[in-house]
């Protein structure tokens, strides 16, 4: 099932042949070759390094910005759980020892809280949400 090779085709086939010839040239050879254009090797390299530091750059730039995006999305999530949520949490937790959440967060001998315990259960029952949407994670 080939098809009929067009002018870009022949034209891509170059630009890789090309390519290839540069990538397995040895150094010494490239140097040669960049004299005999009348070039600075040693220019022609750093030029190089300073556009590879530049891409580099920018490439971090647009990371950056990406995980911005990421963060902002996430933020925008509800953060509070359903009561339906925390019970789930709740009952799994109480299944688990009767003094679960008394050694999760006890503080100075004291057992938690009431607003403890709704903030833990929130947070538990995020991170089932989130579990839930990529369990891949979990590997």
Excluded: C, H, W
Aim: no cysteine; charged share 35%; glycine share 6%.
């Amino acid at each position: 099932m080939t098809g009929k090779r067009t002018s870009r085709d022949e034209l891509r086939n170059l630009d890789d042949a090309i390519d290839d010839s540069i990538l397995a040239a040895s150094s010494e050879e490239l140097r040669e070759e960049l004299a005999a254009l009348g070039m600075d090797p040693y220019a022609v390299v750093s030029e190089m390094d300073a556009v590879t530091a530049r891409a580099k750059t920018a490439a971090a730039k647009k990371s950056l910005e990406r995980a911005k995006q990421a963060v902002l999305v996430f933020r925008a999530r509800p953060t509070k759980s359903s009561s339906e949520d925390r019970d789930a949490v709740r009952r799994k937790l109480s299944g688990e020892g009767k003094s679960t959440f008394d050694t999760m967060a006890a503080r100075k001998g004291k057992g938690l809280s009431d607003s403890d315990e709704q903030g833990m259960l929130d947070d538990l029952a995020q991170l089932a949400a989130l579990e839930a949407e990529d369990p891949q994670e979990e590997e």
